[in-house]
C-alpha cells in the first residue's frame, strides 16, 4: 500500500447485494487515509450513506471517488474500467480546485497521482 498511487477497495455485498461488514475492509481504508493516499471505494450503489460515517465520511480526510458496483457481475472488465475512469474525473476535478487556490509547488505529490493514473 505505501507504494500505490490510489488505493481501491471493494466493499463487499452478500449475493441478494446487501452489505456485508468488513474489519479487513475499514482496515485498510483507515491505513489508506492514514498514509494520505487517494481512495476509489466501489460500493453496491452510487451513494455512501448506506454505509458507515467512517465509509462516507472519509472525504473530510482524504481523496476519495466512491463508484458503483451495478451490473460487476454481468461485465467486470467494463465495470472496472467505469471504475477508473469515474475515479479520474473525481479526482482530477478536486485536483483542479486546490490548484486554483494553492501556493505554487503545494501539490506536487498530489499531481504525479494523477498524472500516473493517465
Known amino acids: 500500500m505505501e507504494e500505490c498511487d490510489v488505493y481501491v477497495a471493494l466493499w463487499p455485498t452478500n ?12 482496515i485498510e481504508l483507515g491505513w489508506a ?14 451513494t455512501p450513506d448506506q454505509y458507515s460515517h ?5 472525504t473530510n480526510l482524504a481523496d476519495v471517488a466512491y463508484v458503483s458496483l451495478a451490473g460487476a457481475q454481468t461485465n467486470l472488465a467494463a465495470t472496472v474500467a467505469s471504475i477508473v475512469d469515474q475515479a479520474l474525473v473525481q479526482l482530477e476535478a478536486r485536483l483542479t480546485a486546490k490548484l486554483a487556490t494553492a ?3 503545494a501539490l506536487c505529490s498530489e499531481s504525479r497521482t494523477v498524472a500516473n493514473l493517465a
Open 54 to 58: 467512517l465509509v462516507h465520511g472519509l
Open 15 to 26: 449475493a441478494e447485494g446487501e452489505l456485508i461488514q468488513s474489519a479487513g475492509t475499514a
Open 103 to 105: 501556493a505554487p509547488g
Open 33 to 46: 487515509s492514514a498514509m494520505g493516499k487517494s481512495m476509489v471505494i466501489a460500493l453496491n450503489d452510487d
